[in-house]
């Protein structure tokens, strides 16, 4: 009930924000639910959203909307998100967090619920004070709307002009992400023209394998090193083992021949 309230007040905020048609339709719609027209077919989730229409639309209904600008929707944790590179050619992402996942860039639309409280310290969204890594200042598209629309009042100078906008080739994927996923490298933020500019080239996956590497090599050697002090006295029967390994073989005795 509540999250229910919560989406109706979002709903409410952004309808009468003065905001373009298509921004609101794509914060609002419910992808990857089935499509009513499609109900009855396999694949029938909504994941593509027709800018032109300002609508969600499933792979069946692609035809009449072949001529139209069509925004790949994918699905991340349960929650919807889009390629990086798209969504430069529609506003202004600039400090919105971004993730690698599938070799491919995208941030989330809205903000997701947190399961517990936010920390007290640390980078956080400006907006629902979700834990971000350094400079970024917004979770979700959604958060870097709100926040300008609070300061601003307007969101104008911050949405471009995209007269042309297709589906990744080759053909249709059904968006969904695997959990490969790491967060954009450390430094690496977005300017206001869509650039990136890298004040640190390593990201989370490097240094993550770094880590790793570096904790499973202490692992083996502390390893090692409790084996080879235990060994010669642990274990039933390890005496006798030893004294197998030093004795010498005796002098071999021929049987007499007669």
């Not at 889009?82 to 506003?91: H, M, N, P, Q």
């Not at 969904?176 to 500019?197: A, F, H, K």
Request: one cysteine or more.
């Amino acid at each position: 009930m509540e999250a229910q309230k919560e989406d109706n007040i979002h709903m409410n905020m952004l309808e009468y924000a003065n905001l373009p048609q298509w921004l609101v339709a794509l914060l609002t719609e419910k992808f990857f639910n089935a499509c009513i027209i499609h109900e009855d077919a396999k694949k029938n989730e909504k994941n593509v959203f027709c800018l032109d229409c300002c609508e969600g639309i499933c792979p069946h209904c692609l035809t009449p909307h072949r001529s139209h600008r069509l925004l790949q929707i994918r699905r991340y944790v349960y929650h919807d998100v889009i390629r990086v590179g798209d969504a430069d050619k529609l506003l202004d992402c600039a400090f919105v967090q971004s993730y690698t996942t599938n070799k491919a860039k995208v941030v989330f639309l809205n903000q997701r619920p947190q399961t517990r409280p936010g920390r007290g310290s640390g980078n956080s969204c400006i907006i629902c004070y979700r834990g971000l890594q350094e400079p970024f200042l917004f979770c979700s598209i959604s958060c870097k709307v709100q926040h300008i629309l609070n300061t601003e009042g307007k969101l104008t100078k911050y949405i471009y002009r995209c007269d042309y906008m297709t589906l990744p080739e080759p053909g249709l994927d059904d968006g969904q992400m695997t959990p490969d996923t790491v967060l954009e490298p450390v430094g690496s933020v977005r300017t206001e023209s869509g650039s990136s500019g890298s004040a640190g080239e390593v990201g989370c996956r490097t240094v993550g394998c770094t880590a790793t590497t570096e904790i499973v090599r202490k692992k083996r050697s502390t390893f090692n090193a409790f084996r080879s002090v235990f060994q010669p006295s642990c274990g039933p029967g390890s005496g006798m083992m030893v004294h197998m390994m030093n004795r010498r073989k005796g002098t071999p005795q021929r049987s007499p021949l007669y």
